[in-house]
């Protein structure tokens, strides 16, 4: 019953939301997914909805380190494939060997088997996720079943939306973990190697468009240095400003 | 499969989002009422989960207008049924002339029903809104339906949880909007004559209290000024107030 125009100064997040909704009643998201969601709009309200410049370094020095890897991966939950896949097959068309995994807190074969239709439907051709052979070690639930010919082999993966616990596991076994979280203070931000603080279909796209143009040659293994602590600053100064200039644009009361 | 430890630092925050989820599954609460609820998370999370000083203040002033109010309504939709019932009977048990009204976005005579069950259950001996007989003007959706019982002659409205238009309708046609929102930017609380910017059932439960204390002798219609522009700079102030000392407190990187 929502009434969409274009001319909603927050259109584009209306219709993020609209979609995630249609994914819901779909069965590819969960509750506890659209309640995620809620959390992502509030903090991507206190950025403007809008990519800051040290995002947008973040999401460069992400492609360099995914020309850099010898495996990236990208785990794929349900929000995600409702509202990125397009992104994500943007990026594998780009960059054939990035590998595409299904990992789920909420793991049914049902849900497993949905996201994975939704992926195929967006062009990306053999994701990965419905049979795990391996596990990530001290991680309970279902999110510590991984392929091993993907994020059990992958020396970079991308988290996208938060997943403190998992981030943390993935770095203790040696993985280069890039976070896509818009909350700077979350677990996932502060423990990621790279944390891109951005929405999440702004961030991938992004990062799509840059795999478009030729980088520097990369040796394998030779990762750019990221300075996260700073990356974090940045985005909480990014959220102070905003909240300062609207506490003092706001139109004078009746 | 939330696993809820009361050691766990978020631990109310858990249980709140678990309350929730479960009164979806009942039909009480709609999918977007997940999402909003995962907006609050969000502000209160920037809050610390603890009410700050002007807020506290905010909630003292609203129970001086419930006093000076000729007919003070609780506006009730889902989300607020399911997490702050118990704190709304408290109100309706100290301060009788209370009336509270269930007014719908997504509105079923269902989901109406077992709301009104939701309220009786908790102590809330006639609750209206089963079958609205006015319309507030320039409203569109069901939002404008009142009962002439309760908001139609009420002139004190206590609207907890988002709501910019109805805060903008209701002001129109005269009434003290007491706003309760977590976003001090929302147009909700840019627009109420009251914005108490906290988490819903620590605002309703701090008026609860203070409804228990006999105030000072008030004359119906002499409402105590509030200062909303600057309870909104103050709770903006302690949003940047937390994120700044986050920012500061991070533990370093391994």
């Given amino acids: 019953m929502t009434r969409l125009s274009s001319k909603h100064p927050r259109y584009v ?30 903090f991507d309200y206190l950025l403007g909805e809008r990519t800051p410049a040290s995002a947008r370094r973040a999401e460069r020095l992400a492609v360099q380190w995914i020309r850099a890897s010898r495996l990236p991966v990208i785990s794929v939950n349900g929000n995600v494939a409702a509202l990125a896949a397009e992104q994500i097959a943007s990026m594998v068309r780009l960059e054939p060997r990035i590998a ?3 990992n789920l807190y909420h793991r049914t074969p049902q849900r497993v088997a949905k996201i994975l239709a939704t992926l195929r439907r967006a062009g990306i051709p053999a994701p990965l996720g419905l049979r795990p052979t391996e596990r990530i070690p001290r991680l309970p639930s279902d999110r510590a079943r991984v392929d091993a010919r ?6 970079v993966v991308i988290v996208p939306l938060e997943d403190g616990d998992r981030t943390e596991a993935l770095r203790a076994i040696g993985k280069r973990v890039i976070s896509i979280d818009l909350n700077p203070l979350s677990r ?20 799509a468009e840059d795999l478009r143009h030729p980088g520097r040659r990369t040796t394998p293994g030779d990762f750019q240095r990221a300075d996260a602590p700073r990356l974090l600053r940045d985005a909480i100064r990014n959220i102070n400003l905003r909240l300062t200039k609207a506490a003092s644009a706001r139109s004078p009361r009746p």
Avoid at 150 to 155: E, P, S
Avoid at 194 to 205: F, Y
């Fill in 188 to 207: 996932t931000s502060q423990k990621a190697d790279l944390p891109i603080v951005d929405e999440l279909t702004r961030a991938l796209g992004h990062m």
């Fill in 13 to 42: 997040s209306l219709v993020t939301r609209a979609r995630l909704a249609k994914a819901f009643r779909q069965g590819l998201v969960v509750p506890e997914g659209l309640i995620a969601h809620g959390r992502a709009e509030a």
């Fill in 100 to 102: 595409v995994e299904v």
């Fill in 150 to 155: 993907g994020i059990g082999r992958a020396d």
